[in-house]
């Protein structure tokens, strides 16, 4: 280069030294932050539930439907229902299933001869007298009703024969058709109050002969059972509380 080219080139200015321009496939150095700078990660966010979810779930649960219990049942087509129609007519009220259980419902009329008709019968054959109990039904024109549970061992079958009974009204006793009658009336006799005509011993079975009362009878105040006999006999004044 000559001396005259040198002179004419600009001289560089003094000062800090130019940067260099930064390629575009590198990166600017940052400073690692300081562990308080750094914020956790947000948690992630869980979609809502659509609405018409939100709603059923804030409805109560319903409540399952009651199943249907077993009911009493007209008898159709009863061989035994058909006999007793046939022979007592009027005297027998109905005939009805209950569990695959039959119970036929007689007048007191002819409860004595029904009861009869059964055990002497061969096709009904009922030897034994399983039960005999009452029901109170305080309020109907027939208070009370007696319950015979009969059964037959030849043929191995099981029945009721229901009959109502008024008040004051008596119930021929069953002894002389089942022996087994004999206590099982006393104790209806004692918790009811049903009279049993022909039996040889009515008397009360399970209280004293002179308490008064029966306390299976809807209107006894078993609070209050026999305060006079309690005084009486124990030297206890009871009073209810």
């Given at each position: 280069m000559s001396e005259e080219d040198k002179t004419q080139q600009a001289p560089e200015p003094e000062g800090e030294p130019a940067q260099e321009p930064e390629s575009q496939g590198t990166q600017k150095e940052t400073k690692p932050s300081k562990p308080e700078d750094r914020k956790a990660p947000a948690p992630p966010v869980k979609p809502?539930?659509?609405v018409a979810a939100r709603e059923k779930s804030d409805q109560p649960p319903a409540k399952a439907a009651k199943k249907k219990g077993p009911t009493y049942e007209d008898l159709v087509d009863d061989p035994l229902l058909e006999s007793l129609q046939e022979k007592f007519s009027e005297g027998i009220l109905s005939g009805q299933s209950f569990l695959d259980q039959a119970t036929y419902t007689v007048s007191l009329g002819v409860l004595y001869d029904v009861l009869i008709h059964l055990r002497d019968d061969t096709d009904s054959d009922y030897d034994y007298l399983v039960d005999l109990t009452a029901l109170d039904y305080l309020g109907d024109e027939k208070r009370f009703c007696m319950v015979y549970h009969l059964y037959s061992h030849p043929k191995k079958s099981f029945i009721r024969v229901r009959c109502g009974v008024a008040e004051?009204?008596?119930?021929?006793?069953?002894?002389s058709v089942w022996r087994t009658a004999d206590w099982m009336e006393r104790e209806v006799y004692d918790l009811f109050g049903i009279d049993f005509s022909g039996h040889p011993n009515l008397k009360r079975i399970l209280l004293p002969d002179d308490w008064h009362g029966h306390p299976l009878r809807k209107?006894?105040?078993?609070?209050?059972?026999?305060q006079v006999w309690i005084k009486e006999h124990l030297q206890i004044r009871k009073t209810p509380e």
């Open positions: 809502s539930p659509p004051g009204e008596s119930v021929p006793s069953a002894i209107d006894y105040d078993i609070k209050l059972q026999d």
